[in-house]
């Protein structure tokens, strides 16, 4: 009785996950690594099927193509035994949802990236990308759809060799968009997320790991990168908006050819926290960064006091639209006369994130820079907020634990209760939450991290339930 039951609670979970209509659990092997074998496998199956690509070297000149209502396991041998060499895009995912593991691609030409993905639940795991061209070509392009879906999803445990991740919101026009409306929902699983990966570079560049844009949302965690760093773009032309939220926490960056900064933020909110930066940056330090400060961008101008997009609260122009600590926004161009409304302030939080010096043996708490200008238009404990030491509660941000937070506080300031929040499952026990100080001396439950590691390796390790027939429902 207790084997049906379990057999019956791990069916229910397939179910729900793959959706009603059609549950498989059929492999279809490819007869090889080649494209047109692995298409023609991906054609004969089914959702919820795996597609098992055998070990090889295969050179690709087309891509392989996961229709949209197929949700399907397309697995390789391991990233060193089924390689793929390529000179186009290799795989659309398209809005499938499905999950890409267990492959290697060596990219010899300049392409827009190796693996288009678009819609929500899908996962991309234990590969490896091997960009050699030397030139900066986007690994993976992750993107929406359409003006009122954004993708949600997971890369982990992969390698990233002169590559880096591209996430957007929408991979259009993004001024007009119904995503500005949404909520910022931090710690949840609205948002891309990117953990337990490794990124490198050996070709001398100063190059990106992972970027953002068009009203993206990206969760980078658990990350180790040498020779590059994080990055985030701004609102900075006539096709381009800055993210919508970030989080970035616990990752360990590391330079050894004098990359340029550890971790720059051009636009958006959010977190960033416990990150640790060592090595030979130009500065290991946390950079906010506004193009607009200084130069035009395209119609929505400078913020300099005469663009109708910015606030135009002061002689500098700010709110800056898009820049730090700026949140839900309305539709921009959807009335005749501007200006538009002002858009919501979110500033953004920073704690724990140490300057480990070269060596890495030192461990300071990492200065925010605003480059370029930009301190015009971001500022500390208005903008965002950092860790300051000998926390009293009236700016910036506490660490300890709970019954050491300061009992009066300051709008805006917030405090990490390092005794709070069971939501890092690998190593149990309390991780730390945030809490935010909503009015004078009101704390409140601000930010709690999303659950690690993410749900949906859970979730797609559910998908071979004991000897499952296809199931038509």
């Known amino acids: 009785m207790k084997r049906i039951i379990k057999y019956l609670v791990v069916l229910n979970l397939v179910v729900n996950f793959l959706g009603a209509a059609y549950v498989s659990a059929a492999t279809i092997s490819a007869a090889s690594c080649s494209q047109s074998d692995v298409q023609a496998a991906i054609n004969a199956s089914a959702t919820g099927d795996k597609v098992s690509i055998p070990s090889g070297e295969c050179t690709w000149t087309s891509a392989v193509s996961i229709p949209d209502a197929k949700k399907i396991t397309l697995q390789g041998a391991g990233y060193d035994n089924t390689v793929i060499s390529t000179s186009v895009i290799a795989i659309q995912m398209n ?17 827009n990236s190796i693996i288009n993905v678009k819609g929500t639940g899908w996962r991309i795991d234990n590969c490896k990308f091997n960009n050699t061209t030397g030139l900066s070509v986007v690994s993976l392009d992750i993107n929406g759809t359409n003006v009122t879906q954004y993708p949600t999803g997971l890369v982990d445990n992969c390698v990233f060799i002169n590559g880096r991740i591209l996430v957007s919101g929408l991979g259009t026009f993004a001024k007009n968009s119904a995503l500005w409306l949404n909520p910022i929902n931090l710690g949840t699983a609205d948002a891309v997320y990117v953990e337990d990966c490794n990124f490198s570079r050996n070709d001398g560049g100063r190059r990106n790991a992972i970027d953002g844009n068009l009203a993206g949302m990206c ?16 609102l900075q032309s006539d096709q381009g908006r800055a993210p919508r939220k970030f989080e970035t926490y616990r990752n360990t960056l590391h330079s050894s050819n004098n990359q340029y900064l550890p971790l720059r933020y051009r636009g958006g909110t959010g977190v960033i926290f416990d990150n640790e930066l060592s090595g030979d940056y130009n500065g290991r330090v946390i950079d906010f960064y506004l193009d607009r400060s200084f130069k035009s961008v395209g119609v929505a101008g400078m913020c300099d006091g005469t663009s109708s997009w910015d606030g135009n609260e002061d002689a500098t122009g700010w709110p800056c639209r898009d820049g730090i600590g ?3 926004d309305v539709y921009l161009f959807d009335k005749a006369s501007p200006p538009y409304p002002r858009q919501k302030s979110v500033p953004a939080y920073l704690w724990l994130n140490r300057d480990k010096g070269r060596d890495g043996k030192s461990s300071n708490i990492a200065s925010v820079i605003m480059s370029g200008g930009s301190g015009n238009h971001i500022k500390a404990n ?11 509660g009236t700016s910036g941000v506490g660490v300890g634990l709970l019954a050491n937070r300061p009992a009066t506080c300051k709008t805006g300031v917030a405090y990490w209760a390092t005794d709070q929040g069971d939501w890092n499952k690998k190593l149990g026990g309390q991780q730390g939450v945030l809490y935010k100080c909503t009015a004078p001396n009101t704390w409140t439950l601000y930010y709690t991290p999303y659950t690690y590691p993410h749900p949906l390796i859970k979730a797609w390790s559910n998908l071979q339930p004991p000897k499952n027939p296809r199931i038509s429902q």
Request: charge should be negative; glycine fraction near 12%; avoid cysteine.
């Open 382 to 392: 208005r903008d965002f907020y950092n860790e300051v030491a000998g926390f009293d």
């Open 219 to 234: 969760v980078f965690r658990y990350n180790t990168i040498t020779d590059s760093y994080v990055e985030l773009h701004g």
């Open 95 to 111: 809005l499938s949802g499905s999950r890409i593991t267990g492959i290697g691609f060596i990219l010899t030409a300049e392409v």
């Open 326 to 328: 700026r949140g839900p």
